[in-house]
């Protein structure tokens, strides 16, 4: 998704962030960091960028939509106005980063800012600024070779593979908050998502990757949530509608309500039904499903583990649906025991 042989790291600043509700403070480096050589520069760039699989871009967002009170918009435009200003605005985004560092989850760590020329991304060459937290580090055994022998020795650092937290703001359509990249694979509890929502304030970008996720994240939370308890559905039947679903986005270019309603759900009664669990959806969710958009192939790709269904049989089976309802059948023999009979032609 991202090409970055080209790409140039200009500058970089590191600057140490604690945890503000345990009086952790911030400590400053005076000075940007200097990269030694080209292989620690290729390692950098594989961590900043490498990561970074599905084009999920956001936007800088705030209240009523006034991108302008957004303090992270500001810093970073004011970069990218004048790259000079880096080191001056990396304290800046420190200082507002301790600010919202405030649940006691929030771990401290090494808060790594740059200015990179030349991302190649959709055939379009621009620069960026990462951010990123460093929480945790990797552990790994350092060989030193003295004289004739080897000194073993542990030490820790960091991963290009793993990273906690991450942001690449991209320098394109500024007016409506930019183009953003974020990552954030430390804190997953609820009440600890400060990276996205309070530090960076992003909002999904109103394009079809994200209007393609939202539907599929819409139609498996309907069978699973509304249609599954109204209709007593199980698991073959959920199987076969997520699986006409896959099939429709796989094989349209376009998604028309009408139109994957009709061949999704069939029963004019569950159409409805599925008309008014969106909107309760989107509210709950504080989301817009659109009603016709082209179809992200990306994110049917990257979405695909919801078309999954599996029956969990006591503790003994797992089986995997992947389609073709016809082929398994439900029942309960002589003695009351429940069985399911499957179907096959091959056995790999």
Same mark, same amino acid.
């Given at each position: 998704?991202?090409?970055?042989?080209?790409?140039?790291?200009?500058?970089?600043?590191?600057?140490?962030?604690?945890?503000?509700?345990?009086?952790?403070?911030?400590?400053?480096?005076?000075?940007?960091?200097?990269?030694?050589?080209?292989?620690?520069?290729?390692?950098?760039?594989?961590?900043?960028?490498?990561?970074?699989?599905?084009?999920?871009?956001?936007?800088?967002?705030?209240?009523?939509?006034?991108?302008?009170?957004?303090?992270?918009?500001?810093?970073?435009?004011?970069?990218?106005?004048?790259?000079?200003?880096?080191?001056?605005?990396?304290?800046?985004?420190?200082?507002?980063?301790?600010?919202?560092?405030?649940?006691?989850?929030?771990?401290?760590?090494?808060?790594?800012? +740059?200015? *990179? $020329? #030349?991302? %190649?991304?959709?055939?379009?060459?621009? =620069?960026?600024?990462?951010?990123?937290?460093?929480? /945790?580090?990797?552990?790994?055994?350092?060989?030193?070779?003295?004289?004739?022998?080897?000194?073993?020795?542990?030490?820790?650092?960091?991963?290009?593979?793993?990273?906690?937290?991450?942001?690449?703001?991209?320098?394109?359509?500024?007016?409506?908050?930019?183009?953003?990249?974020?990552?954030?694979?430390?804190?997953?509890?609820?009440?600890?998502?400060?990276?996205?929502?309070?530090?960076?304030?992003?909002?999904?970008?109103?394009?079809?990757?994200?209007?393609?996720?939202?539907?599929?994240?819409?139609?498996? +939370?309907? *069978? $699973? #949530?509304? %249609?599954?308890?109204?209709?007593?559905? =199980?698991?073959?039947?959920?199987?076969?509608?997520? /699986?006409?679903?896959?099939?429709?986005?796989?094989?349209?270019?376009?998604?028309?309500?009408?139109?994957?309603?009709?061949?999704?759900?069939?029963?004019?009664?569950?159409?409805?039904?599925?008309?008014?669990?969106?909107?309760?959806?989107?509210?709950?969710?504080?989301?817009?499903?659109?009603?016709?958009?082209?179809?992200?192939?990306?994110?049917?790709?990257?979405?695909?583990?919801?078309?999954?269904?599996?029956?969990?049989?006591?503790?003994?089976?797992?089986?995997?649906?992947?389609?073709?309802?016809?082929?398994?059948?439900?029942?309960?023999?002589?003695?009351?025991?429940?069985?399911?009979?499957?179907?096959?032609?091959?056995?790999?």
């Amino acid at each position: 998704m991202i090409t970055y042989s080209e790409a140039k790291i200009e500058e970089l600043w590191i600057h140490f962030v604690g945890n503000a509700s345990q009086d952790e403070g911030i400590q400053y480096c005076n000075t940007s960091i200097v990269l030694p050589n080209e292989v620690v520069d290729e390692m950098l760039k594989q961590y900043f960028f490498g990561n970074f699989k599905e084009p999920e871009f956001y936007a800088f967002d705030f209240f009523d939509g006034n991108i302008d009170l957004n303090p992270m918009y500001n810093y970073v435009r004011m970069v990218f106005e004048d790259p000079d200003l880096l080191g001056e605005q990396s304290v800046n985004i420190s200082k507002f980063l301790y600010e919202n560092s405030k649940h006691p989850n929030i771990k401290s760590g090494d808060l790594m800012i +740059a200015y *990179v $020329k #030349d991302i %190649l991304i959709e055939d379009k060459m621009m =620069d960026g600024i990462c951010v990123f937290k460093s929480e /945790n580090k990797q552990p790994f055994l350092n060989l030193e070779k003295q004289g004739k022998g080897y000194y073993i020795r542990e030490n820790e650092g960091l991963h290009p593979g793993k990273l906690d937290k991450a942001c690449l703001i991209l320098n394109s359509e500024a007016s409506d908050g930019y183009r953003i990249l974020a990552l954030d694979h430390a804190n997953r509890s609820k009440d600890a998502q400060f990276w996205k929502e309070k530090f960076l304030n992003l909002k999904p970008r109103s394009d079809d990757y994200h209007y393609t996720k939202q539907y599929i994240q819409a139609t498996k +939370a309907f *069978v $699973k #949530d509304r %249609l599954q308890p109204l209709y007593d559905i =199980d698991k073959t039947q959920e199987a076969e509608i997520l /699986n006409h679903s896959l099939d429709f986005l796989k094989n349209e270019e376009e998604l028309n309500q009408a139109a994957f309603d009709e061949r999704v759900f069939k029963d004019p009664n569950v159409i409805n039904e599925f008309q008014l669990f969106k909107l309760d959806y989107q509210q709950e969710n504080e989301i817009e499903l659109a009603d016709g958009f082209k179809v992200s192939n990306a994110a049917v790709k990257n979405q695909s583990k919801v078309f999954k269904s599996v029956l969990k049989l006591d503790k003994n089976f797992h089986i995997y649906i992947h389609g073709n309802r016809s082929w398994i059948e439900k029942g309960t023999d002589p003695d009351g025991r429940k069985f399911y009979k499957i179907y096959y032609e091959e056995e790999n």
